[in-house]
């Protein structure tokens, strides 16, 4: 193993965490890695070729095998997969200049379904194998589906040249995810976002308060793996977010009686306090990853209870539970019922999440624009509460018009799929009940950045729960609604965009 491979399987630990024995030898092996599988698996290796065409170097390929730009190359694309299980074990990328093949090698090489190195065997052709280097990526969409793992998890890849009479003969790319070939069993948990588009019922009259509407969102999104340690350790995020991760992870780990503790690496999150709910994700996220370390199946519901959350919105619960348009009952109200006055979530510890009694896949073909301006985060914690208590019971009519924009607008253009009728009911709950308190609080550019999405094209636009976080619909028009948002707010300090789908399924849970 050369020294630079030595560095580059000293930063990919920096980044993602210790590997394993096994790992670093498939990364820096100078053999047969198929030869490597079978020992490390006990079975035969299988090769199943995804794409084989014969294509034009261009200008980094031509680099590669040292030919010129325009020659002619095998590409190819397979999976080795453990034969006895099909589980796909390594994808691997190559490029082969047919003008450097001996005949008989290329016909063995175009039959595809046999792996390189053994056809290097069978031909008894002299070669090294030169490693160029060794790397973490994020895993994206193909080595997603590849290796059934979550798009955001860390993937190892290397590349090398297998030199014939001292010239490149193929050029090969190898990609695993970090989470295989481990020597310790983790969790890998990955969360949705959601869009909280309005409480319903903060007037109490008919015995129930609260109640929310809500849409679970594809990205952004949280991802966090966790393995056993005889200490709590977190790592990967800012001091924050490991301050809340520690508190809910010792709270669980005390509450199932583990017996141990747990090492916990943030993957991927997204900021908190700006409406889209990353505080209930994180601490839902971290109880399921404690709970299937240590063997405790606990459903949402009583994940939710286990770390307080759903105390006024179930929201973000159903949103990790199973994800779409969400719409919940709220809470008995009363001296007999579950909540006796008007509070957050933040101030409504020991309230059970409450019932779903609306969940409906969202459009996939309506796109959803986020725009989070540069400003004070949102309401939380004591100010949160002070607001609840200011200004609530709301006036009865108030909320009959929700209900009434909801139950006859709202929902049957769910169910028909129909954007501007949808559009026209998030516009029109912004200025209702306490969405139109929570637009009070807020400056008036967001009114203006509001105005300048629906101007775009936008069906509807609103903001998600306290802000800054605003939202806008539409379809194939997302690009020039994300552009209009994005000139708007450079007029007035700044903000970022990003354009997301819903998540019409929960949180995704896997163990390795």
């Known amino acids: 193993m050369s020294m630079d491979i030595v560095h580059s399987l000293r930063e ?59 020659e002619l190359v095998n590409h190819r694309i397979v999976e080795l997969k453990d034969s006895t299980t099909g589980e796909v074990l390594i994808y691997a990328v190559s490029d082969t200049p047919i003008a450097r093949l001996p005949p008989s090698f290329r016909e063995d090489l175009m039959k595809a379904d046999i792996p390189i190195g053994k056809i290097i065997r069978h031909h008894r052709i002299e070669a090294r194998r030169e490693i160029l280097n060794a790397r973490v990526d994020p895993a994206g969409d193909v080595a997603s589906r590849t290796f059934a793992i979550c798009r955001n998890e860390p993937l190892l890849c290397r590349q090398y040249r297998i030199i014939h009479n001292n010239e490149p003969l193929i050029f090969i790319e190898e990609q695993f995810p970090y989470n295989r070939f481990l020597d310790e069993r983790r969790v890998i948990v990955e969360t949705p976002s959601r869009i909280h588009v309005s409480l319903i019922d903060l007037h109490g009259g008919l015995g129930r308060v609260d109640g929310g509407i809500g849409i679970a969102l594809d990205d952004p999104r949280i991802l966090l793996e966790a393995r056993q340690s005889p200490v709590l350790e977190v790592n990967g995020c800012d001091s924050r977010t490991a301050e809340r991760i520690v508190q809910v992870a010792t709270g669980v780990l005390s509450g199932i009686r583990a017996g141990g503790s747990a090492a916990i690496t943030v993957r991927t999150a997204y900021p908190s306090h700006v409406g889209l709910g990353s505080g209930s994700q994180l601490a839902l ?82 796109r959803i624009v986020l725009a989070i301006p540069d400003l004070p985060a949102g309401a939380s914690g004591n100010r949160e509460a002070d607001i609840f208590a200011q200004n609530c019971p709301l006036p009865l009519n108030e909320v009959q018009a929700l209900c009434h924009e909801v139950l006859m607008r709202m929902l049957p253009a769910i169910v028909e799929q129909d954007l501007d009728r949808f559009g026209a009911s998030i516009n029109a709950i912004q200025t209702i009940g306490f969405k139109k308190v929570e637009h009070r609080l807020q400056p008036p550019q967001v009114a203006g950045l509001l105005d300048a999405m629906r101007d775009a094209g936008a069906a509807g636009a609103g903001m998600s729960s306290f802000g800054p976080a605003l939202y806008a619909v539409g379809d194939t028009g997302v690009p020039a609604i994300e552009r209009a948002a994005q000139s708007f707010m450079q007029e007035w300090g700044g903000g970022t965009t990003l354009i997301t789908s819903a998540r019409n399924d929960g949180a995704a849970v896997r163990v390795a």
Do not use: N
């Not at 790992?23 to 030869?35: A, E, F, P, R």
């Not at 006990?42 to 095998?65: F, H, K, N, V, Y």
């Not at 009363?334 to 409450?354: H, M, R």
């Open 12 to 70: 990919i630990e920096d980044r993602v965490g210790r590997l394993s024995a096994v790992q670093k030898i498939l990364l820096g092996t100078d053999g047969s890695v198929t030869q490597l599988l079978e020992s490390i698996t006990g079975s035969p290796i299988s090769i199943t070729t995804c794409l084989q065409e014969i294509i034009r170097a261009d200008r980094p390929t031509a680099d590669r095998l040292a030919v010129a730009e325009g």
């Open 285 to 366: 996220a971290t109880a399921r990853a404690i709970c299937e370390l240590y063997g405790r199946s606990m459903t949402v519901h009583d994940l939710a209870l286990l770390v307080g959350r759903g105390g006024t919105s179930g929201i973000g619960t159903a949103a990790f539970g199973h994800g779409g348009f969400i719409i919940d009952g709220g809470h008995r109200f009363g001296p007999a019922g579950d909540k006796t006055g008007f509070a957050p979530s933040s101030a409504s510890k020991g309230v059970p999440p409450p019932p779903v009694i609306v969940r409906h896949d969202f459009p996939p073909g309506w």
